[in-house]
């Protein structure tokens, strides 16, 4: 399948010089750096990238603030984009892109060896992003307001994200603008053979997958599952490329009591889905955030209800196997832990923890249990920070 892997390369390669961030509020020594983590605070006033140095144990220590030159929605002090991919990274690692709600506008950085450098800043093409896919030089954003939309770019080897004409896909939500976050979609995401791109309904329950063609654009209509569980979040992709998906409801009343769960699914070549796992109860509420990696066999579940942080293994098949009883880590109440990312090899998980205002670093044990490795700061607690990213 053709993907315009080009652009990518390109930019990877050096056409934009290494430079001082010049737009970096500040910049600390840090650590010897064996990574990087990044999360938006999605301020109303001027949206931002808050970076952390990642060290070879998993601690953080902060590296600097980027603005996005765009505006954040902080509609409420937890979860305020109602999402997940807020904040992603290219493949490779060398771009980054953040929504920014509160202007509808997508901004594009190059992650460099002193920070990050600010591309550029375009209109998301509809209301209120929301949640950001890439792939081989693709980029697509869900708008969630009115009608809502999905909208592709490519980014071109000058650095610049360029609308793809003819990508747009509306949604027919019929929301309103701002909208209503408890019923519209909450992520957007490529496959990680970049075959499909699919949408999680949370508000309709229902689970859409768009096949995409060589060239890039989705097909005209998706392919549509009723999700097993209610209210079905977000999702990730274990290494084998089966669909992992976090469902607030579980099988129960949706957001009522310890109802949350996962189910796993295969992707069909026609799009449709076949389950693999049915609603495995994490025993814990608001289970909406989940995080898996490629070199894993373990995914985690933010669970902002409870405070806590569960684990599922997940093996050949897709299946899914519930550890520690439904809780990995746990987090004073109040802490709020929301989006979490894992590095690409397993080995270290973050959470952002919405109402404390940190980031918790852990380590993966082989076994799945997680080991705290402290925790970053700076962060505004309960100030609407959403989306987090690690390379």
């Not at 840090?30 to 601690?59: K, P």
């Not at 950001?132 to 592709?152: E, K, P, R, T």
Request: proline residues 6%.
């Amino acid at each position: 399948m053709f993907r315009s892997t080009m652009n990518i390369t390109a930019l990877s390669l050096g056409i934009f010089a290494a430079s001082a961030p010049g737009d970096a509020m500040a910049h600390g020594a840090g650590v010897h750096r064996h990574g990087q983590v990044f999360v938006m605070t999605n301020a109303g006033d001027g949206n931002a990238v808050v970076a952390y140095d990642r060290a070879a144990d998993g601690s953080l220590a902060y590296a600097g603030t980027y603005a996005t030159g765009g505006l954040g929605a902080p509609s409420r002090p937890i979860n305020p984009l109602g999402s997940q991919g807020s904040l992603v990274l290219s493949e490779d690692g060398k771009l980054l892109f953040a929504v920014n709600a509160g202007s509808n506008e997508v901004s594009m950085f190059r992650v460099g060896p002193h920070g990050l450098t600010l591309l550029d800043v375009v209109d998301s093409g509809g209301d209120f992003p929301v949640s950001v896919a890439s792939h081989g030089g693709l980029v697509y954003v869900l708008n969630v307001g009115g009608d809502g939309n999905i909208a592709g770019f490519e980014v071109d080897p000058c650095g610049e994200l360029v609308p793809m004409n003819g990508s747009v896909r509306d949604l027919g939500l019929g929301g309103t603008i701002p909208p209503s976050l408890g019923a519209t979609p909450g992520q957007i995401g490529f496959s990680p053979d970049g075959e499909v791109l699919v949408v999680a309904g949370k508000g309709s329950n229902q689970i859409h997958v768009f096949p995409v063609s060589g060239r890039g654009f989705p097909s005209d209509a998706p392919v549509t599952t009723i999700s097993r569980g209610l209210v079905p979040f977000d999702f990730a992709f274990d290494r084998r490329g089966h669909l992992l998906v976090a469902e607030v409801g579980g099988d129960g009343v949706p957001a009522t009591g310890d109802t949350s769960a996962v189910s796993s699914y295969g992707i069909r070549a026609d799009g449709s889905l076949a389950v693999i796992s049915d609603t495995v109860d994490t025993f814990q509420r608001a289970t909406c955030w989940i995080a898996g990696a490629p070199g894993s066999r373990y995914v985690f579940t933010a669970n902002t209800g409870g405070d806590t942080v569960s684990g599922l293994q997940v093996d050949a098949r897709g299946a899914l196997t519930l550890l520690d009883g439904g809780v990995s880590a746990s987090f004073p109440a109040g802490t709020a832990p929301i989006d979490l990312t894992m590095t690409r090899d397993g080995r270290f998980l973050y959470t952002l923890n919405a109402g404390a205002g940190t980031i918790a670093a852990f380590q993966v044990s082989r076994d799945g249990s997680l080991l705290p490795r402290g925790e970053g700061g700076g962060l505004v607690p309960g100030g609407g920070a959403q989306g987090i990213a690690v390379r």
